[in-house]
């Protein structure tokens, strides 16, 4: 992720992903997401390779590095089948995503991810947050009752102290998704710097018209595998048409996706 006055590495917010427990957050930058991001560029720089396949997959991202142990010894790992949902009088989700639009946009060899400057917020549990970036994965990771659905947006989403909160956003096969072609339109060839985006693309045209969702606790779906991430996947997907699809497979050229985790007895509600 690109921050003013931060020299720029190649990373995001989706590799590493979390920033590391040791490292003082808020001494960083003076928004919570801005630190977080900033702390992930500082841990990237020292991270080990991972990949999505081979040696470096999923199977083996906990003994790659000492950070990424909790990817195998952790218990409430995402993604996860969701299946068996109590239904609970669940406060509705208070998205404001309309206020601001994509600011850069990048490859990083792992996602086609679109960066925000503040000003689209999520209300959850009696407090605020920042929308930080929004990144896709094809095929989705998590799945709804069995089925896998081909895409699947991930909003990453922090509060002042630097928790997360993920809203994810199913895909389809169906007729073209209009605000998908925009962003597609400057989708980067290869991996690289964060680029700026030039198109107008608000990240409430990618919400489905019902908010109903499941909620569970889980965690990054990439290494570190940091856990205590809030995860709420909304019940309906959305559509794109299979030439969208494909041409983000294509670009990506590997599933992006890690398999499905146990759920060790957590509980999913709706």
């Known amino acids: ?30 928004t919570a997401a801005a ?32 950070d990424y142990s909790v990817c195998e010894r952790g218990q409430n790992q995402s993604p996860i089948n969701i299946q068996g949902a109590l239904k609970t009088a669940s406060t509705p989700l208070t998205l404001h995503y309309q206020d601001a639009p994509g600011k850069t946009i990048v490859n990083n060899g ?6 925000f400057d503040k000003g689209n917020t999520l209300t959850l549990d009696g407090h605020q947050f920042d929308l930080v970036q929004v990144h896709f994965h094809a095929p989705a990771e998590n799945e ?8 699947e947006a991930h909003f990453v989403n922090a509060d002042a ?6 809203v994810a956003v199913m895909f389809q096969a169906g007729s073209p998704n209009a605000s998908l072609a925009r962003i ?13 985006l030039p198109v107008k693309s608000l990240p409430s045209s990618l919400l489905p018209a019902s908010l109903s969702y499941y ?7 990439t290494p570190p595998c940091s856990e205590g991430v809030r995860w709420l996947v909304l019940q309906s997907p959305v559509h794109a048409s299979p030439t969208q699809i494909r041409a983000f497979e294509q670009r990506m050229g590997q599933a992006t996706n890690r398999p499905v985790q146990p759920l060790n007895g957590r509980v999913i509600v709706k």
């Open 215 to 221: 909620r569970y606790s889980g965690s990054l779906t």
């Open 184 to 196: 597609w339109s400057q989708m980067p060839a290869s991996p690289g710097p964060a680029a700026p």
């Open 1 to 30: 992720m690109y921050i003013p006055g931060v020299q720029h590495l190649a990373c995001d917010f989706h590799v590493p992903f979390l920033y590391r427990k040791e490292l003082t957050v808020k001494k960083l930058l003076p």
């Open 35 to 66: 630190a977080v991001a900033a702390t992930l560029c500082l841990a990237a720089a020292h991270a080990a390779q991972w990949s999505y396949q081979g040696v470096n997959g999923p199977k083996h991202w906990g003994t790659l590095s000492q």
């Open 110 to 115: 792992h996602t086609i991810q679109i960066d």
């Open 144 to 151: 709804i009752n069995g089925k896998r659905y081909p895409l």
């Open 161 to 166: 102290q630097g928790k997360l909160a993920v």
